[in-house]
């Protein structure tokens, strides 16, 4: 800071020219210690604002975040606007810049990935409890993020994928996007996103600064991906190499369900649009349109990693059954592992994660891994933790294509369709059959207590059904 302090505009300049494209550029009075240094004077908390707002639009063409429409979100805002009371404004200000003065960034920047998830996920708590409205049930646990990232790319892949794209249609704050391309190698990959909610855009684009993924800052859109889709190749939409996504389960869509009914969306949603529900709109499975968007937006030999309700698993009509068959037919189906119950904390529903690999046409994994892990408390919610040791487990089963009884099948695609196309794996388990050697008079004796035992069962409800009798006849209408 002291040397670009004491340079010219025009050796500044020079220096910038040098720079990387995806490099921030400063200007002297940008910097901690300039603002440092004039906190005491008056309307301070102007300065500071005017400060993050002159950063913004000097790197504008780097960090802000595009609008389906167009339009651009810069990465700052005037931050002591959200302190109602004008009077305290300059101290919330001076408060800031001087937790910032105190602080070494030097330790951190050689840091990577497993130390800013950490940080990152203590950021999202408050806003995923606090803050996040409606959609903030749907911010993934770094423990499923995690199996998603080692099933899509397993460790004998990991720095030998090159050049590829990674999607999430509903990203969030980026978590699953972070983890794969983590296991990709963030220089080794772009990343692509789409989430109609612009906080969680602002968060994204924070997760990209941190994981040194800046240059996919202008690949992050805020808009509606089932509405309006962003990311075009020409005048079709795009396909991707590795695509990710939790997606909201179910919410109000229907004020342009009817709009999705077109004859360009046909091949988008094969398997169908969901229908209005007249008395509980916000339950509409908005889903099944996300699922099967990721499905239409894969390349050729693509794959991706899904969390849907595990309900999607069984169903025995409608459009999860239709999404199954489809990726049963065209042999586009990886496996399923169905995770333990409150592995979100937030929600109750029972997840699975659904794995599409349009290159495997032999053998699919089928894991159930609801008994795994222990619960915790949080907050006021419980929640099931995954040890490490039985993420390891999920991985190697799956990957390996291992068969466990009673955790893990492997079948084949005719088997599925055998079966209504469930993806359950409890029902490809084997039946076990115990048997108990004794001898004639040991079963006959076993038969006389359990005939005794109904026969007494039977003479209780009898003797209940006429006490019940005469208490209804007892009754009578009183005016």
Same mark, same amino acid.
């Given at each position: 800071?002291d040397?670009?302090s004491?340079?010219s505009?025009?050796?500044?300049?020079k220096?910038?020219?040098?720079?990387?494209p995806?490099?921030?550029?400063?200007?002297?009075?940008h910097?901690?210690?300039? *603002?440092?240094?004039?906190?005491?004077a008056?309307d301070?908390?102007?300065?500071?604002?005017?400060?993050l707002?002159?950063? &913004?639009?000097? $790197?504008?063409?780097?960090?802000?975040?595009?609008?389906?429409g167009?339009? @651009?979100?810069? *990465?700052?805002?005037r931050?002591s606007?959200?302190?109602?009371d004008?009077s305290?404004?300059?101290?919330?200000?001076?408060?800031?810049?001087?937790?910032?003065?105190?602080?070494?960034?030097e330790?951190?920047?050689?840091?990577?990935?497993d130390?800013?998830?950490?940080?990152?996920?203590?950021?999202?708590?408050?806003?995923?409890s606090?803050?996040?409205g409606?959609?903030?049930?749907y911010y993934?646990?770094?423990?499923?993020?995690? #199996?998603m990232?080692?099933?899509?790319?397993?460790?004998?892949?990991?720095?030998?994928?090159?050049?590829?794209?990674?999607y999430?249609?509903?990203?969030?704050?980026?978590?699953?996007?972070?983890n794969?391309? =983590?296991a #990709?190698g963030?220089?080794?990959c772009?990343?692509?996103?789409?989430? +109609?909610?612009?906080?969680?855009?602002?968060?994204?684009?924070? $997760?990209?600064?941190?994981?040194?993924?800046?240059?996919?800052?202008?690949?992050?859109?805020?808009?509606?991906?089932?509405?309006?889709?962003?990311?075009k190749d020409g005048?079709?939409l795009?396909?991707?190499?590795?695509i990710v996504?939790?997606?909201?389960?179910?919410?109000?869509?229907?004020?342009?369900? %009817?709009?999705?009914?077109s004859k360009?969306?046909?091949?988008?949603?094969?398997?169908?649009?969901? @229908?209005?529900? &007249?008395?509980?709109?916000?339950?509409?499975?908005i889903?099944?349109?996300?699922?099967? =968007?990721?499905?239409?937006?894969?390349?050729?030999g693509?794959k991706?990693?899904?969390v849907?309700?595990?309900?999607? +698993?069984?169903?025995?009509?409608g +459009? %999860?059954?239709g999404?199954?068959? =489809?990726?049963?037919?065209?042999?586009?189906?990886a496996?399923v592992?169905?995770?333990?119950?409150?592995?979100?904390?937030?929600?109750g529903?029972?997840v699975?994660?659904?794995? +599409?690999?349009?290159?495997? @046409?032999?053998k699919?994994?089928?894991i159930d891994?609801?008994?795994l892990?222990?619960?915790?408390?949080?907050g006021?919610?419980?929640?099931?933790?995954?040890?490490?040791?039985?993420e390891?487990?999920?991985?190697?089963?799956?990957n $390996?294509?291992?068969?466990?009884?009673?955790f893990?099948?492997?079948?084949?695609y005719?088997?599925i &369709?055998?079966? $209504?196309?469930?993806?359950?794996?409890g029902?490809?388990?084997?039946?076990?059959?115990?048997?108990?050697?004794?001898?004639?008079?040991?079963?006959?004796?076993?038969?006389?207590?359990?005939?005794?035992? *109904?026969?007494n *069962?039977?003479?209780?409800?009898?003797e209940?059904e006429?006490?019940?009798?005469?208490?209804?006849a007892?009754?009578?209408?009183?005016?």
């Amino acid at each position: 800071e002291d040397a670009l302090s004491a340079m010219s505009e025009d050796q500044l300049k020079k220096l910038q020219q040098r720079m990387a494209p995806d490099t921030a550029r400063l200007k002297p009075h940008h910097f901690i210690r300039y *603002l440092y240094n004039r906190q005491n004077a008056a309307d301070f908390a102007r300065t500071f604002d005017d400060t993050l707002m002159d950063i &913004a639009a000097t $790197n504008n063409d780097v960090f802000a975040v595009k609008t389906d429409g167009g339009a @651009k979100v810069v *990465l700052f805002e005037r931050l002591s606007q959200y302190i109602a009371d004008e009077s305290k404004r300059d101290d919330f200000c001076r408060a800031i810049i001087n937790k910032l003065a105190d602080f070494s960034f030097e330790r951190i920047f050689t840091q990577k990935f497993d130390f800013y998830a950490t940080i990152f996920e203590y950021l999202i708590k408050d806003y995923n409890s606090n803050s996040g409205g409606k959609y903030a049930e749907y911010y993934t646990p770094h423990a499923v993020a995690r #199996i998603m990232a080692e099933i899509l790319v397993p460790k004998a892949q990991q720095g030998v994928v090159r050049n590829v794209s990674c999607y999430d249609p509903s990203a969030g704050s980026g978590t699953l996007l972070m983890n794969v391309a =983590h296991a #990709i190698g963030e220089d080794r990959c772009s990343i692509f996103a789409q989430d +109609i909610s612009q906080k969680s855009s602002s968060l994204l684009r924070l $997760n990209l600064i941190l994981n040194n993924l800046v240059h996919s800052i202008p690949n992050v859109i805020q808009g509606n991906t089932i509405l309006h889709p962003f990311h075009k190749d020409g005048g079709a939409l795009k396909r991707f190499d590795y695509i990710v996504s939790n997606p909201p389960f179910k919410m109000d869509f229907s004020d342009f369900r %009817d709009a999705l009914d077109s004859k360009e969306n046909q091949q988008r949603f094969f398997a169908g649009i969901p @229908k209005i529900k &007249a008395k509980a709109r916000d339950k509409m499975e908005i889903y099944q349109l996300f699922l099967q =968007h990721i499905i239409f937006s894969l390349k050729p030999g693509g794959k991706a990693a899904v969390v849907v309700p595990t309900g999607f +698993i069984t169903a025995q009509s409608g +459009i %999860d059954k239709g999404i199954r068959e =489809h990726l049963v037919q065209n042999k586009m189906l990886a496996g399923v592992v169905s995770m333990p119950s409150n592995i979100f904390a937030t929600t109750g529903t029972n997840v699975s994660i659904l794995f +599409i690999d349009a290159s495997n @046409k032999e053998k699919v994994v089928l894991i159930d891994a609801s008994n795994l892990g222990e619960k915790v408390k949080d907050g006021k919610n419980q929640k099931t933790v995954l040890t490490e040791c039985e993420e390891k487990r999920i991985c190697e089963a799956f990957n $390996n294509k291992w068969s466990e009884e009673d955790f893990s099948v492997v079948v084949s695609y005719d088997d599925i &369709a055998a079966k $209504n196309y469930s993806f359950s794996a409890g029902q490809y388990f084997d039946v076990k059959i115990e048997y108990t050697d004794m001898t004639p008079e040991q079963f006959a004796a076993k038969m006389k207590g359990f005939t005794e035992n *109904l026969n007494n *069962l039977f003479e209780q409800s009898r003797e209940l059904e006429v006490q019940i009798k005469m208490q209804m006849a007892d009754i009578k209408y009183e005016i």
